[in-house]
């Protein structure tokens, strides 16, 4: 267990400290995002045991490459970077391949979701939106997911992704129209 005066501590201190050595500093740092890791990958990554690799891969990746922060934007806008980067590089070394989060079904029957009726149109919708989100371009998902799913700002997607943020509002706003139209598809048929 980490000491409290550590969790109290700015990104920007336990980066800094953690840069000159300090192994708590980097172990507050990764306890400090490993959630938000694991849920952004599971987000850009189609497959859970790709997502849970690649979250695993990105907190190795912070303690390898955090000399490389020099602390000119937030650490969370590096680690977004990295993020992203490492689901970018785990998705083109992806077979194609396509499987249902069992876990996600099993949970909603655990809590009390077990009409079967529902549960098959659940896992219908699900699989249609992952099967559209997978038809939008990389970067139309990648945006798209980092503000509708995990709520980053237009801001925090520019300077993520290093785009301008006019280009991650019409990526988004061009995302958004394609899923719709899609999904308006899936729902007439």
């Not at 700015?10 to 000159?20: F, P, T, V």
């Not at 849970?52 to 490459?65: F, I, M």
């Not at 699989?127 to 990389?138: K, M």
Request: aromatic share 4%.
């Amino acid at each position: 267990m980490l000491p409290a005066a550590y969790a109290r501590l700015s990104d920007a201190d336990l980066a800094n400290r953690a840069k000159g050595g300090d192994q708590l500093a980097l172990d507050a740092l990764i306890e400090r995002y490993a959630a938000r890791v694991s849920r952004m990958t599971a987000q850009l990554l189609d497959d859970m045991e790709d997502a849970r690799d690649a979250a695993q891969e990105c907190l190795l990746k912070v303690s390898v490459r955090l000399r490389q922060f020099r602390g000119e934007s937030q650490f969370s806008t590096w680690l977004h970077r990295l993020v992203v980067n490492t689901c970018r590089d785990a998705g083109a070394r992806e077979t194609i391949r396509r499987t249902d989060d069992l876990d996600a079904v099993r949970d909603e029957v655990a809590a009390g979701s077990s009409d079967p009726s529902r549960l098959a149109l659940v896992g219908d919708l699900r699989r249609e939106l992952t099967h559209q989100l997978s038809r939008l371009s990389v970067e139309q998902r990648q945006m798209l997911l980092l503000r509708d799913a995990l709520g980053f700002s237009y801001e925090e997607i520019a300077s993520a992704l290093r785009v301008p943020v006019g280009t991650a509002k019409s990526y988004v706003h061009r995302a958004r129209l394609i899923l719709r139209a899609n999904l308006e598809e899936y729902a007439t048929a």
